[in-house]
């Protein structure tokens, strides 16, 4: 498998959920004499979706990869989820490619992970080439899926084929460029003359294929403008070029289970998709912490960055890595820029779905993979000594939804962060955390689906079984009058007793303002020793607070007074002391309860904007303003986080999966009278349960 970089082709094949991309991959590998059979999804017997979870939704879960040869040249493909819940990987693979191939489906037409997916292609300057799919099925209509990715996509589609036949009479392509027909049987094609009912058809729609891609040559433009004539071997080249740069997107049609027009396909890889080396240049931090452009090439020492991670049952923890430039041998020694860590590795991998194949080198451009590095995670980037480059991260799609993880087996408490830290190592989406103040582990992911894959994942491979639950919210409790009491602890216990008394004022702070102890005792009344214990015993207190058991924030106290007893007195005295005074001081000082207020930015098309802001204020939200991106608008809005808990699935419902949301916690303010109420009701019932 080892070519040179001009024969090499990274292609990521992305698209929406359903469109038919992992079918396209079996049929590529299939005409490539890899396998002898092509496997079905709806049968769980694909090459690419071989995880057991996968065959169980009939869904792509993670992006796989294999390796082939097609006409003397490698073709890696990438082939990456459509699923919201998964689609994060997509975006995190896309950068080791070189080009993607867009899967639509002739039904539905581009869809909006279809349209992320270009989005992301765009971001990472990568050329596109469409492939209509599904041409077989009852309900297909090619003009109308075409129709929507010139709507919708960007560069502009240009359409290369038309098809012989409709729905189940579909049986052939005639290729515009070579002004050619291929008939289909079993998969294989017979070449002939385009079809006399369509001749003129097509030749109208070669005359409009030749102007667009003229477009991307002046020269020719002028020419074809003037009446001039285009010799084809000028046409392909401007289709080539067109392509490459990005000017274009060119499509083509066919269907991947009946093993139409993909062969076609395999060819327009090979002759209008980059090669490594015609890539656009990668970002990258120097070891001066500039940074710079980096193109591939083998003319340097070794650089490039780990893109995916997979935790192989039997090889342990698989490294994906893109070769920037220079060139690896079956083992030798890495060094990972950003742990700043030695890395050995005895083996060099390529990828065939789940199987793993030794090789003895790879160059630049190529794809390869890692056994068992120790420090090496998604992300990191692995170079020579001599040439230490950072390379840019992707990041991945954030976290919209949150559930409190526990175990429903006693003794499984442990496993559960630790199971959990296994799979964040291969889904850079999962986000797993500590909240200190509700004492929860909460895992985060893009949608609910995102998040239940991974509890049964965990099942599966630890066998962990643990519950879901929403996240408690993490309220706070403040005061809002200030009031000056008296803490005064005394008993007497034969022998010496316990002495401590304590004047305090206690007043609010603003929002933020966290707490503050000032010393104002004057003369001694309290001496010195025992004023941090009176302040212990407030901190202490503070965090269990005075009306639901949240913590007290935004306070300030002031000691002004107090006495003790020679005998009697100690730390512990005056501890409990203060602990007494807080109680006493935030009881009567107005308490009220806080919650957490989330910053939230709603992106979606200009058509939902009015059910979008309805909705938020139906959440006690506070619209705050909008901006416009491109034919998608940003509404900004202020929403407890008590009512956006479960907004993800929400907002799918009211854009068909087409908004997408962020938020950051913004700030805490007070709960309003009657739902303060409630929950203060509700918490002080749980406690007693327990």
């Known amino acids: 498998m080892n070519l040179e970089s001009e024969k090499v082709r990274n292609v990521a094949l992305v698209a929406h959920g359903g469109a038919g991309k992992t079918s396209l991959a079996e049929a590529l590998i299939y005409n490539s004499g890899e396998t002898n059979r092509m496997g079905r999804v709806e049968d769980g017997n694909t090459i690419m979706d071989y995880d057991e979870e996968e065959r169980k939704r009939g869904t792509s879960i993670n992006s796989s990869f294999y390796q082939y040869k097609w006409k003397k040249n490698l073709i890696s493909l990438i082939d990456t989820p459509g699923d919201q819940n998964f689609f994060s990987d997509a975006k995190t693979c896309l950068p080791a490619a070189d080009g993607a191939v867009v899967v639509i489906e002739s039904a539905s037409g581009v869809e909006v992970r279809t349209e992320q997916a270009v989005q992301f292609a765009g971001d990472n300057e990568l050329p596109c080439v469409g492939f209509i799919n599904k041409l077989d099925q009852e309900r297909s209509d090619y003009r109308k899926a075409f129709q929507s990715a010139v709507d919708q996509l960007s560069p502009k589609p240009i359409l290369l084929h038309l098809p012989i036949g409709e729905k189940s009479e579909f049986k052939g392509i005639v290729d515009l460029i070579a002004n050619k027909a291929y008939i289909y049987k079993d998969g294989k094609a017979t070449v002939s003359d385009i079809p006399a009912d369509m001749a003129d058809d097509a030749e109208a729609e070669r005359a409009e294929l030749i102007e667009n891609i003229a477009e991307a040559d002046d020269e020719l433009l002028e020419r074809y403008l003037e009446g001039g004539e285009i010799s084809d071997s000028e046409l392909i080249g401007a289709l080539q070029t067109g392509t490459k740069n990005r000017q274009f997107m060119p499509v083509l049609l066919g269907s991947a289970t009946q093993n139409i027009g993909v062969d076609l396909l395999s060819d327009f890889i090979i002759n209008c998709m980059p090669t490594p080396l015609e890539r656009k240049p990668f970002k990258a931090k120097d070891s001066s912490g500039n940074m710079i452009e980096v193109k591939v090439d083998g003319n340097t020492p070794l650089a490039g960055f780990v893109f995916k991670t997979i935790v192989d049952p039997y090889a342990g923890r698989l490294s994906v890595f893109k070769i920037v430039s220079g060139t ?37 451009g190529t794809i390869v993979a890692f056994a068992k590095l120790k420090e090496t995670f998604t992300g990191d980037s692995l170079c020579a000594d001599n040439n230490k480059l950072e390379f840019e991260r992707t990041k991945p799609i954030n976290p919209v939804i949150s559930f409190a993880v526990e175990a429903t087996k006693q003794g499984d408490e442990d496993k559960i962060f630790s199971s959990l830290t296994r799979l964040q190592e291969e889904d850079s989406a999962l986000v797993l955390s500590r909240n200190a103040e509700t004492k929860e582990i909460l895992v985060s992911g893009v949608g609910m689906i995102h998040i239940e894959a991974t509890i049964e994942k965990v099942k599966r491979k630890f066998n962990v079984e643990m519950a879901l639950k929403p996240p408690k919210v993490p309220y706070r409790e403040t005061i809002k009058k200030k009031v000056r009491v008296q803490g005064r602890h005394k008993k007497q216990s034969g022998g010496h007793g316990q002495f401590g008394d304590c004047w305090i004022q206690m ?177 002080k019932a749980e406690q007693e349960a327990k």
Not at 346 to 364: F, M, S
């Open 328 to 364: 690896l041998t079956k083992d030798g020694n890495l060094y990972n820029v950003n742990k700043g860590a030695k890395e050995r590795y005895t083996q060099l991998l390529i990828l065939q779905g789940k199987e793993q194949k030794t090789i003895d080198q790879a160059g630049p």
């Open 507 to 683: 007043e609010p702070l603003p929002r933020g303002g966290g707490f503050e102890f000032v010393d104002a005792i004057v003369g001694g009344s309290v001496p010195k020793n025992y004023i941090p214990a009176i302040e212990k015993g407030i901190v202490e207190t503070a965090v269990r607070g005075c009306l639901a058991g949240f913590p007290c924030v935004d306070f300030k106290v002031t000691l002004d007074d107090g006495s003790y007893h020679a005998v009697d007195s100690s730390e512990m005295a005056f501890k409990i002391a203060g602990a007494l005074a807080f109680k006493k001081a935030a009881e009567t000082a107005g308490p009220v309860l806080l919650e957490p207020v989330m910053k939230v930015s709603v992106i979606a098309p200009d058509e939902f904007t009015g059910d979008i802001m309805g909705d938020l204020n139906s959440r006690r939200g506070r619209v705050l303003g909008m901006d416009s991106e491109g034919k998608y608008q940003i509404i900004n809005a202020n929403v407890p986080m008590s009512e956006i808990l479960m907004y993800a699935s929400d907002l799918n419902s009211m854009t068909g999966a087409r908004g997408t949301f962020t938020m950051e916690l913004s700030h805490y303010d007070e709960v309003p009278g009657d739902i303060a109420s409630k929950i203060v009701e509700k918490t």
